[in-house]
Nanobody
Framework: QFVESGGGLVQPGGTLLLSCVVPDSSSDYYAVGWFRQVSEEDHEGVAC????????RYSSTVKERFIISWDRTKNFLYLHMSDLRPGDTAVYYCAPSGTEGDTCDPGDYEDWGRGTLVNVSS
């Protein structure tokens, strides 16, 4: 089961590191990714990384501010967040994809964790 941690309250311009436990079955996934809830029914694909060759994709809203990385030796997925803005406030989730390719479409991901809340506020 994917389990997120690391959320909290941070001031605008600050940094935060989110972590996600990735079950030791990464060979079953084409990719893993970070998502955030933008409305009651919609999620945004924030950053995703492929299993085979570490290709990453980012939402245009976070590109060059967030970095996704996957430590396979420790079974952890990370999201390093910098220059945080109030618009980044959300519950963040990690999940695996069973769809081939470097998709970051939330519809291609399943088995979501429970999420961790990031609150960017002064």
């Amino acid at each position: 089961q994917f389990v997120e941690s690391g959320g909290g309250l941070v001031q605008p311009g600050g940094t935060l590191l989110l972590s996600c436990v990735v079950p030791d079955s990464s060979s079953d996934y084409y990719a893993v990714g970070w998502f955030r809830q933008v409305s009651e029914e919609d999620h945004e694909g924030v950053a995703c990384i492929t299993s085979e060759d570490n290709r990453s994709r980012y939402s245009s809203t976070v590109k060059e501010r967030f970095i996704i990385s996957w430590d396979r030796t420790k079974n952890f997925l990370y999201l390093h967040m910098s220059d945080l803005r109030p618009g980044d406030t959300a519950v963040y989730y990690c999940a695996p994809s069973g769809t081939e390719g470097d998709t970051c479409d939330p519809g291609d991901y399943e088995d979501w964790g429970r999420g961790t809340l990031v609150n960017v506020s002064s």
